[in-house]
């Protein structure tokens, strides 16, 4: 598979329409990119919630059958990559409780940094857990809190948590959204006639045809219920840090997030890009699809013209036969396939979004060599990635980070191309158009806003010097 960063998750809610749980499903199908272990849907129809949750794409999980026992007019719904906790049927959500306070549905896009502490002291109060996610915490928080109301109980057991964390709890009469004071993952609130809609990405509001009012701000907790709409805001303030990679490669091109066109900012990047990086080439070849809008900045920036040299297999499922006679870099060829009308004989400045290990970018390098390219100069539309995620991407460690134990340098031979160059930190941040200083850069400084669990600090800390585990086969 293509040696990315794994996408997090999705989440989407919907209070006030008839066709709660079909909107959800729309809306999850718009959010497939942000998770696609497992999904799920709860629908309250004001007195009992009802749940339907599978491993897999949306499409495949839901049909008309699956969907009609999930009935009433507010739902909630989760698309998942396995960021904490590992892919199995239990760990899909939203999860659905029981407890004193009554029924309530929960699911959750972010990383929480405190989640073994919390999990050790509930558990030596005697909370036993079902899942191996994070997100359940929420709930026994939630169960065990002495507060009279429900919203006041959902509130103390979301400022007991540290890190990332955007939000959506579904009562039988009532949608909570939270999103945390850093605001680390996007969360937009969208109207569809007098029906309230939450979503991780504008592009779920587009598909259903909801309209984008503005993002749930970080620390604010929103409650949508009978009276409509109302706006807390009970944590305490804290340096903004939305996640940068969001704009980088996770979200999809045609939403906001964090108030900013997705496509325009990858756009600025490969502009800064060719700025920053300019060599004398014939085309600029995007890597599909993360890499088209920054190569599109680069053309415009340099001038030299685009076009897709490597066509994207997008119905590659989740797994594919091989032949016994095994085919070589099969799992990219898989998914990329040159056109060498394109490349053969030409100078390629060949745009990606990111480096992490190394071994996609070697493989298609050597693809590109393959079909004909005389010269084949890579260009990354960020600084190098030298730090792990800790708030809800799924990053290998640092050691396994090829740009944390290597020089550039090193990194160009390793991949073998003709030049390499990253665009620069300076560059990334002119990008964003507004508020350079609201984010989150740590997976390109080490410089971490929240404070990550121990044992991972130890590792982080290894000098550069002593990491053995990645080695490059020359
Ligand atoms: S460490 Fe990187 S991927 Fe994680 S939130 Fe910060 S910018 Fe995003």
């Given at each position: 598979?293509?040696?990315?960063?794994?996408?997090?998750?999705?989440?989407?809610?919907?209070?006030?329409?008839?066709?709660?749980?079909?909107?959800?499903?729309?809306?999850?199908?718009?959010?497939?990119?942000?998770?696609?272990?497992?999904?799920?849907?709860?629908?309250?129809?004001?007195?009992?919630?009802?749940?339907?949750?599978?491993?897999?794409?949306?499409?495949?999980?839901?049909?008309?059958?699956?969907?009609?026992?999930?009935?009433?007019?507010?739902?909630?719904?989760?698309?998942?990559?396995?960021?904490?906790?590992?892919?199995?049927?239990?760990?899909?959500?939203?999860?659905?409780?029981?407890?004193?306070?009554?029924?309530?549905?929960?699911?959750?896009?972010?990383?929480?940094?405190?989640?073994?502490?919390?999990?050790?002291?509930?558990?030596?109060?005697?909370?036993?857990?079902?899942?191996?996610?994070?997100?359940?915490?929420?709930?026994?928080?939630?169960?065990?809190?002495?507060?009279?109301?429900?919203?006041?109980?959902?509130?103390?057991?979301?400022?007991?948590?540290?890190?990332?964390?955007?939000?959506?709890?579904?009562?039988?009469?009532?949608?909570?959204?939270?999103?945390?004071?850093?605001?680390?993952?996007?969360?937009?609130?969208?109207?569809?006639?007098?029906?309230?809609?939450?979503?991780?990405?504008?592009?779920?509001?587009?598909?259903?045809?909801?309209t984008y009012e503005r993002d749930v701000e970080p620390g604010e907790v929103l409650i949508i219920g009978p009276d409509g709409l109302r706006s807390v805001r009970p944590f305490p303030r804290a340096a903004l840090s939305h996640c940068i990679f969001e704009h980088v490669y996770f979200a999809r091109p045609d939403s906001l997030v964090f108030g900013e066109s997705v496509n325009q900012v990858r756009t600025n990047l490969g502009r800064y890009l060719a700025r920053e990086s300019r060599v004398a080439a014939d085309v600029v070849v995007p890597v599909p699809d993360s890499g088209v809008c920054a190569a599109v900045g680069y053309s415009e920036g340099s001038g030299i013209p685009l076009q897709f040299?490597?066509?994207?297999?997008?119905?590659?499922?989740?797994?594919?036969?091989?032949?016994?006679?095994?085919?070589?870099?099969?799992?990219?060829?898989?998914?990329?396939?040159?056109?060498?009308?394109?490349?053969?004989?030409?100078?390629?400045?060949?745009?990606?979004?990111?480096?992490?290990?190394?071994?996609?970018?070697?493989?298609?390098?050597?693809?590109?060599?393959?079909?004909?390219?005389?010269?084949?100069?890579?260009?990354?539309?960020?600084?190098?990635?030298?730090?792990?995620?800790?708030?809800?991407?799924?990053?290998?460690?640092?050691?396994?980070?090829?740009?944390?134990?290597?020089?550039?340098?090193?990194?160009?031979?390793?991949?073998?191309?003709?030049?390499?160059?990253?665009?620069?930190?300076?560059?990334?941040?002119?990008?964003?158009?507004?508020?350079?200083?609201?984010?989150?850069?740590?997976?390109?400084?080490?410089?971490?806003?929240?404070?990550?669990?121990?044992?991972?600090?130890?590792?982080?800390?290894?000098?550069?010097?002593?990491?053995?585990?990645?080695?490059?086969?020359?």
């Amino acid at each position: 598979m293509l040696d990315k960063f794994k996408d997090e998750c999705g989440v989407f809610g919907v209070y006030g329409n008839a066709e709660a749980s079909k909107l959800a499903y729309l809306g999850l199908y718009a959010l497939q990119h942000r998770g696609q272990e497992s999904g799920g849907i709860v629908a309250s129809d004001g007195g009992t919630l009802r749940a339907a949750r599978g491993m897999g794409y949306v499409a495949d999980i839901f049909d008309e059958q699956t969907l009609a026992p999930l009935v009433g007019t507010s739902a909630i719904g989760h698309v998942r990559y396995s960021t904490a906790g590992e892919s199995r049927l239990t760990n899909a959500q939203p999860i659905l409780i029981d407890c004193v306070h009554g029924q309530i549905a929960v699911c959750h896009n972010g990383n929480l940094v405190n989640e073994r502490e919390l999990k050790d002291w509930l558990s030596s109060q005697g909370a036993i857990f079902q899942t191996s996610s994070d997100t359940e915490v929420f709930l026994h928080l939630y169960a065990r809190s002495q507060a009279a109301h429900a919203e006041d109980a959902l509130i103390e057991a979301a400022s007991q948590a540290q890190g990332a964390f955007s939000l959506l709890f579904l009562l039988k009469d009532r949608l909570v959204a939270v999103r945390d004071p850093h605001g680390f993952r996007p969360m937009a609130l969208g109207r569809l006639g007098d029906a309230w809609v939450v979503c991780s990405e504008t592009c779920a509001l587009d598909l259903i045809g909801a309209t984008y009012e503005r993002d749930v701000e970080p620390g604010e907790v929103l409650i949508i219920g009978p009276d409509g709409l109302r706006s807390v805001r009970p944590f305490p303030r804290a340096a903004l840090s939305h996640c940068i990679f969001e704009h980088v490669y996770f979200a999809r091109p045609d939403s906001l997030v964090f108030g900013e066109s997705v496509n325009q900012v990858r756009t600025n990047l490969g502009r800064y890009l060719a700025r920053e990086s300019r060599v004398a080439a014939d085309v600029v070849v995007p890597v599909p699809d993360s890499g088209v809008c920054a190569a599109v900045g680069y053309s415009e920036g340099s001038g030299i013209p685009l076009q897709f040299g490597l066509i994207r297999n997008h119905y590659v499922g989740r797994t594919f036969i091989e032949p016994q006679q095994s085919i070589r870099h099969f799992g990219v060829k898989v998914k990329l396939n040159p056109v060498r009308s394109i490349l053969q004989g030409r100078r390629v400045v060949l745009i990606d979004d990111s480096i992490v290990r190394g071994t996609t970018s070697r493989k298609i390098v050597k693809m590109i060599k393959a079909a004909g390219a005389k010269e084949v100069h890579v260009r990354i539309s960020c600084p190098p990635t030298v730090s792990p995620c800790f708030y809800g991407i799924d990053t290998p460690r640092r050691n396994d980070l090829i740009a944390a134990t290597h020089t550039i340098d090193e990194v160009r031979k390793y991949i073998d191309a003709d030049s390499l160059q990253y665009l620069s930190m300076e560059g990334l941040l002119q990008s964003v158009n507004s508020h350079r200083e609201r984010y989150c850069t740590s997976c390109y400084t080490g410089r971490y806003p929240v404070p990550f669990p121990r044992d991972e600090a130890a590792f982080l800390q290894l000098p550069l010097g002593l990491d053995t585990r990645t080695q490059i086969d020359r």
